[in-house]
């Protein structure tokens, strides 16, 4: 019940503010080097992604550290949503028990 009034409200008062995003290109960080599997995967939706919102997508891979660089690199960009982290459970959750 709970859940429900609030998607409800979100989207009486959400659509606004939905309907201006994205007025910029989208960075995609995949934490890994180019031409791996994670790569391919996040390059076909970032594709998807593209064509539904409209605005390009960008993938900016940023290999290295255990996926911990592309990362800590998404983690300190501004909080603006227009960068976006592809992550997996190696940065995510392995990486910081590690370090």
Do not use: C, H
Request: proline share 7%.
């Amino acid at each position: 019940m709970k859940r429900t009034v609030l998607f409800l409200i979100s989207l009486v008062f959400g659509t606004g503010a939905f309907a201006q995003y994205p007025t910029k290109p989208v960075r995609l960080v995949v934490p890994f080097p180019a031409g791996e599997s994670v790569d391919a995967t996040a390059r076909l939706v970032a594709q998807s992604w593209s064509t539904a919102l409209g605005q390009q997508i960008l993938v900016d891979n940023r290999g290295g550290a255990g996926g911990t660089i592309g990362s800590e690199a998404v983690a300190k960009s501004a909080p603006d949503g227009y960068t976006i982290l592809w992550g997996n459970v190696g940065p995510l959750a392995i990486g910081p028990g590690l370090y």
